[in-house]
Each structure stands twice: as structure tokens, then as C-alpha cells.
């Protein structure tokens, strides 16, 4: 299977920082590999996809870069609704396996 | 509108057999892919597994964790796909999403149903 590290666990920031949150694959996965935001209480919901592409709908100020076993979402301007947990996943191979997510907040 | 809805959820008995069924509407079911996910209370994501349209034989793969207690099915005419679960434990206990499957990523979710098993 191929392991997701996410880091950091959870992060502390404010309205209108910039935050970036890395994950590390245990293998090559050329560009499978997607962002997901879930809020509290909902289902996740989709941000980017393929490294960097955005998701229709998905404000600019998200941001996917990465290559290899390193990627990284970065949040410009962070917004209220940004205070969610964040989560990795690799598409692959299967099984489709996700980071153990980070939590920012306020 | 894409809607995805989780139903058959509720507290079930260590050892029981459970399905849930996932309604889809708002885009051509028929010629999609779902995914299965759960999340324990508190956890991270864990995906199950996931089933093909039609056009592929309506195979499914399944994550090592579930595979042999775990079954995917669906049906076409009723725009339903399914998550049947057997030989339930305790560690069964989660939050079960219904996903479309884009090329293994999910670019839709239902609002999840909560599956507790507990005597």
C-alpha cells in the first residue's frame, strides 16, 4: 500500500495568513494525487486534484504544487470557512489510501 | 445538482449484516464509478472500495481491511449503489460516505450516514 504523511498535525492561524500543509508519499506517484477540505460536521469536499489542478467552483486562493513523494497545498488570504481539517489522497493505484489529515484553526 | 444520499445507517449488533444504499441523482449514474469511504468517530478517512460502471463489468476492488466481509453492488435502473457489510465489529464504527468516483478521486459525497455497532 502506499503511505500518505501528512504534516503538521494541526496548525494555529488567522484570518488572512498564508498556511501550507505538506504530505510525503512512500512511493512515486507522477501526478495522482488530490486535496480535500471537510469542515465540521460535513463530507469532504474536493479542492484539487491531479497536483494542482483546481476543482470547478474552488477559490483561487488554493494552491497545489509538488512532484515525486512531496506535494503541498498552500491557502493564501485563509478565510473563515478555511478553519477545516484538510486531507491527501492518492490516486495511483489501490488501494486508494489518504493523509491522517490537518486540522487548522483559530 | 449532483446529490449523493447514504441511507441504511444506524446501531447494529457485533456480528450482524448491514446495507446501505446510496441514491444518486443529477449526473448519468449508469456511466459512473463510486467509492465507499468511512470515517471512524474522531479519525481520518479510510477508503473501502469502489465499483465500475457498466461499460467495465461493474467490478469492484475493495481495500484489504474489508475485502471478503465487505460487498459493492448496484443497480442501474434505480440509481442506487450499495455497500453490503458483514461479520460487523466494533471497529465498523463510522461515519459511511458514498462518493463519485472520478478517476479514483471523488469529486462528489453524500452527507454520510452513521453506522454503529454495538451490543
Known amino acids: 500500500d502506499i503511505q500518505m504523511t501528512q504534516s503538521p498535525y494541526s496548525l494555529s492561524a488567522s484570518v488572512g495568513d498564508r498556511v501550507t500543509i505538506t504530505c510525503r508519499t512512500s512511493?512515486?506517484?507522477?501526478?495522482?494525487f488530490n486535496w480535500y477540505r471537510q469542515k465540521p460536521g460535513k463530507a469532504p469536499e474536493l479542492l484539487i486534484y491531479?497536483?494542482?489542478t483546481l476543482q470547478s467552483g474552488v477559490p483561487s486562493r488554493f494552491s497545489g504544487s509538488g512532484s515525486g513523494t512531496d506535494f503541498t497545498l498552500t491557502i493564501s488570504n485563509l478565510q473563515p470557512e478555511d478553519f477545516a481539517t484538510y486531507y491527501c489522497?492518492?490516486?495511483?493505484?489501490?488501494?486508494?489510501?489518504f493523509g491522517g489529515g490537518t486540522r487548522v484553526e483559530l | 445538482e449532483v446529490l449523493l444520499v447514504e441511507s441504511g445507517g444506524g446501531l447494529i449488533q457485533p456480528g450482524r449484516s448491514l446495507r446501505l444504499s446510496c441514491t444518486v441523482s443529477g449526473f448519468a449514474f449508469a456511466d459512473s464509478a463510486v467509492s465507499w469511504i468511512r470515517q471512524a468517530p474522531g479519525k481520518g478517512l479510510e477508503w473501502l472500495g469502489f465499483i465500475r460502471s457498466k461499460a467495465y463489468d461493474a467490478t469492484a476492488e475493495y481495500a484489504p481491511s474489508v475485502k471478503g466481509r465487505f460487498t459493492i453492488s448496484r443497480d442501474d435502473s434505480k440509481n442506487i449503489a450499495y455497500l453490503q457489510m458483514s461479520s460487523l465489529k466494533s471497529e465498523d464504527t463510522a461515519v459511511y460516505y458514498c462518493?463519485?468516483?472520478?478517476?479514483?478521486?471523488?469529486?462528489?459525497w453524500g452527507q454520510g450516514t452513521l453506522v454503529t455497532v454495538s451490543s
Open positions: 489522497q492518492q490516486s495511483h493505484r489501490t488501494p486508494l489510501t
Open positions: 491531479a497536483v494542482s
Open positions: 512511493q512515486t506517484i507522477s501526478r495522482s
Open positions: 462518493a463519485r468516483d472520478h478517476g479514483w478521486q471523488f469529486d462528489s
